[in-house]
């Protein structure tokens, strides 16, 4: 009898319906990787790269490719941002999910309108973007936009929980007006100062803040700075007096240190994407301090 109330038993069990298994996202930066585990907290999340890394540039290393090959969706930044690297990763993963034009992968540059977009790029322009700018996560605008796109992706490609996607979008999104007002109500003495930049990582935020870029320490885009053309900058500096010189973790601090010691205006480090172990965990964790750093230095003036 024993023995037969344990078949039993195991032939009902067989019977029950397994629990979901949870989804498996591969983030190409940071930033989507927090915005997928905001709107998919059951999910495993991924990131390829961090704070203190150029996104441009990164190894394909083997790591790499056996989290690409069990991911169920890939979201990436796009507009060629890890061209150079992405395609060699899912080549090697080999996963029919995550290759171009299938669900399984995301662009955000394919879904929200970037900035600077070129029909021809001229000769010698550097290391430009015809698809645009690929840095959108930096306007909080744009990042509800691709909250939207996320969370319309991921009721694809697992919809026995798109309902439940689409009630966290909403939760999400309703948080995400109330930060959008505060910041906006906090901006207001940076609309219409000056900046001195290195590349054009924060473009979107300072079009979103309303600050000028009068001049950029790259003599081109993705041209390291160069003595000549930093030298060049002293004059207009000094006269334009901007707010800050301004570059992102992964650049060397050198060149925006010699122009702040011949001009006398501050230097300040930003991060462009999340850094959970400084408990930048969150996209408005990220905006909450990019404001906080900014505001801190006008302060200061």
């Given at each position: 009898?024993?023995?037969?109330?344990?078949?039993?038993?195991?032939?009902?069990?067989?019977?029950?319906?397994?629990?979901?298994?949870?989804?498996?996202?591969?983030?190409?930066?940071?930033?989507?990787?927090?915005?997928?585990?905001?709107?998919?907290?059951?999910?495993?999340?991924?990131?390829?790269?961090?704070?203190?890394?150029?996104?441009?540039?990164?190894?394909?290393?083997?790591?790499?490719?056996?989290?690409?090959?069990?991911?169920?969706?890939?979201?990436?930044?796009?507009?060629?941002?890890?061209?150079?690297?992405?395609?060699?990763?899912?080549?090697?993963?080999?996963?029919?999910?995550?290759?171009?034009?299938?669900?399984?992968?995301?662009?955000?540059?394919?879904?929200?309108?970037?900035?600077?977009?070129?029909?021809?790029?001229?000769?010698?322009?550097?290391?430009?973007?015809?698809?645009?700018?690929?840095?959108?996560?930096?306007?909080?605008?744009?990042?509800?936009?691709?909250?939207?796109?996320?969370?319309?992706?991921?009721?694809?490609?697992?919809?026995?929980?798109?309902?439940?996607?689409?009630?966290?979008?909403?939760?999400?999104?309703?948080?995400?007006?109330?930060?959008?007002?505060?910041?906006?109500?906090?901006?207001?003495p940076l609309r219409g100062q000056k900046?001195?930049?290195?590349?054009?990582?924060?473009?979107?935020?300072w079009r979103w803040l309303g600050v000028?870029?009068?001049?950029?320490?790259?003599?081109?885009?993705?041209v390291p700075p160069t003595p000549g053309?930093?030298?060049?900058?002293?004059?207009?500096?000094?006269?334009?007096?901007?707010?800050?010189?301004?570059?992102?973790?992964?650049?060397?601090?050198?060149?925006?240190?010699?122009?702040?010691?011949?001009?006398?205006?501050?230097?300040?480090?930003?991060?462009?994407?999340?850094?959970?172990?400084?408990?930048?965990?969150?996209?408005?964790?990220?905006?909450?301090?990019?404001?906080?750093?900014?505001?801190?230095?006008?302060?200061?003036?």
């Open positions: 009898m024993r023995m037969r109330s344990k078949l039993i038993a195991l032939a009902l069990a067989a019977c029950l319906p397994l629990p979901a298994q949870a989804l498996n996202i591969f983030a190409c930066e940071p930033e989507w990787a927090g915005l997928a585990q905001a709107l998919a907290p059951e999910a495993q999340v991924t990131s390829a790269t961090h704070a203190y890394q150029d996104p441009h540039y990164i190894e394909a290393r083997p790591s790499l490719i056996a989290r690409l090959r069990r991911a169920d969706l890939a979201v990436c930044s796009g507009a060629a941002l890890e061209a150079g690297w992405l395609p060699a990763l899912q080549q090697r993963a080999a996963n029919p999910a995550v290759q171009p034009g299938q669900p399984g992968m995301l662009f955000m540059a394919d879904v929200v309108t970037t900035i600077d977009q070129l029909e021809q790029v001229p000769f010698g322009a550097g290391d430009v973007h015809p698809e645009g700018n690929p840095h959108l996560q930096l306007d909080p605008e744009r990042m509800r936009q691709a909250g939207a796109a996320l969370s319309q992706r991921l009721a694809q490609i697992d919809p026995e929980q798109a309902g439940a996607y689409r009630a966290g979008y909403l939760r999400w999104s309703l948080g995400w007006q109330a930060r959008l007002d505060d910041w906006q109500a906090r901006v207001q900046i001195v930049v290195q590349h054009s990582t924060f473009d979107y935020l000028e870029v009068v001049a950029d320490l790259e003599p081109k885009p993705g053309h930093l030298a060049s900058l002293v004059e207009q500096v000094e006269s334009e007096r901007p707010l800050a010189i301004v570059h992102s973790w992964y650049q060397d601090p050198q060149s925006a240190q010699w122009l702040s010691e011949r001009t006398g205006v501050p230097v300040l480090a930003l991060p462009s994407t999340l850094v959970p172990d400084k408990g930048l965990a969150t996209p408005d964790q990220l905006f909450d301090y990019l404001l906080d750093q900014l505001l801190s230095v006008d302060d200061a003036r």
